[in-house]
């Protein structure tokens, strides 16, 4: 009988892959029912349910508790992996890595280190579909979601026998976790560094100069209306085909997906032609910020009309600098509160110029939209990266365990 492997396997790992119970390998121990009344502010940090996020980490705000004697059938040291049995994240894995000291709680199950399965690997284990499948077929589902932990004891996994090659796996799934988190952690410190200079950059309501500001430019800004910087929504005849971008089209400042049309088929609303400098805000939503700068050379993009179409007037406004201000909260607040509607608020192009802004010399402007510009090549490539890796990594799931 032909042994049943992976599709893809370390090289000179020859030993079979075995059926075992969860049980068998790392049972999962339940919590403490610690008492609310005694929580404090000091003190061992309780690991609850909620403390188990989506994004397979442990954090938020921590009850505390004093130190019981003994402890050891709740305590949690060093690398940990838990499992949220109730709630929102029912289901959620989790590792805890701390030397110091956490208390568990009751719904929060924890895969016992027993040294019989490779604690990398079986953190890798439990992030495939062999185990969610399982999984959702035993959640409760209502209200409040719950498993037991019998009901996990009882999954069932196929494992390599050489512990050996779990460490391989293990330790691969872990390098990319680590990557992961590095570039991760990397994205949120240049998006607090480009929301903290948005907000330090611009001058703030009744001011006419920003906090920072870079070297070389002195002087007020000038107060005027957008209508005086840019062309809006100018008229262009369409290409029998083009390239559509939609409201659903971009993210952030980025476009995420394309659909081809022809013009004697496409929407309605698919009307304005993109030309390079572009800015194309969003007018319904505003709040959701996905606004885009139109950079390339092409002729055959076009957007729908629920963006507004700014074309910046020569030497007057700069392109980055423009795109930067519209995501600007002061900017942000202006737009809404001009809004009609409560589901679908929006933005009428005639009173979105009419908004009143402060702009520095045209020479200032380049250096602060090249600055910004500088920033989000960063956070996207960051982000470009985050999704390879994400990528890299489901595919591995899939195709090493069986």
């Known amino acids: 009988m032909k042994a049943i492997l992976p599709k893809i396997k370390f090289k000179n790992f020859y030993e079979k892959w075995n059926i075992k119970k969860l049980q068998s390998i790392a049972p999962l121990r339940g919590g403490f029912a610690f008492k609310s009344e005694k929580f404090q502010n000091v003190g061992i940090p309780i690991v609850r349910i909620s403390n188990i996020g989506f994004d397979g980490t442990v954090g938020g705000e921590f009850e505390y508790y004093s130190k019981l004697s003994p402890d050891e059938k709740f305590v949690l040291k060093g690398r940990s992996l ?64 719950n498993i037991s932990s019998k009901e996990i004891d009882s999954f069932e996994f196929c494992i390599p026998e050489s512990i050996e090659e779990q460490s391989a796996i293990g330790s691969l799934f872990r390098t990319l976790d680590d990557l992961l988190a590095s570039y991760k952690d990397n ?25 920072i500001r870079l070297d070389g430019f002195e002087g007020e800004w000038e107060k005027l209306k957008l209508r005086d910087v840019v062309h809006t929504n100018p008229k262009s005849e369409l ?58 050379d092409e002729i055959d993009y076009v957007f729908s009309t629920g963006y507004a179409q700014l074309r910046p007037i020569f030497n007057r406004c700069d392109s980055d600098f423009l795109l930067i201000l519209l995501q600007n909260n002061r900017f942000l607040s202006n737009v809404l509160d001009r809004c009609t509607g409560t589901s679908y608020p929006a933005i009428n192009v005639n009173d979105l110029i009419e908004i009143l802004i402060a702009i520095p010399s045209y020479e200032e402007q380049q250096a602060i939209g090249a600055y910004f510009s500088n920033l989000d090549s960063l956070i996207s490539a960051h982000q470009e990266k985050i999704s390879q890796l994400e990528t890299l990594k489901k595919k591995l799931l899939q195709d090493m365990f069986i």
């Open 82 to 145: 838990l499992l949220a049995m109730s709630g929102a994240t029912t289901g959620k894995i989790a590792m805890l890595d701390s030397e110091e000291e956490y208390y568990q709680n009751q719904r929060v199950g924890y895969f016992q280190n027993n040294g019989a399965v490779d604690y990398d690997f079986l953190s890798s284990v439990l992030q495939t579909k062999a185990f969610t499948n399982q999984l959702n077929a035993v959640l409760v589902a209502g209200a409040q979601p």
């Open 187 to 211: 994205l949120a410190n240049y998006q607090s560094l480009k929301a903290t200079m948005l907000s330090k950059m611009f001058p703030k309501a009744g001011q006419t100069v920003p906090e």
């Open 239 to 296: 290409p029998e085909n083009f390239k559509y971008i939609d409201l659903e089209s971009v993210v952030g400042t980025r476009i995420n997906k394309i659909r081809e049309e022809r013009k004697t088929s496409a929407p309605s609303r698919a009307q304005r032609l993109a030309k390079k400098g572009d800015v194309f805000y969003q007018t319904v939503r505003p709040y959701q910020k996905n606004n885009y700068l139109f950079k390339l």
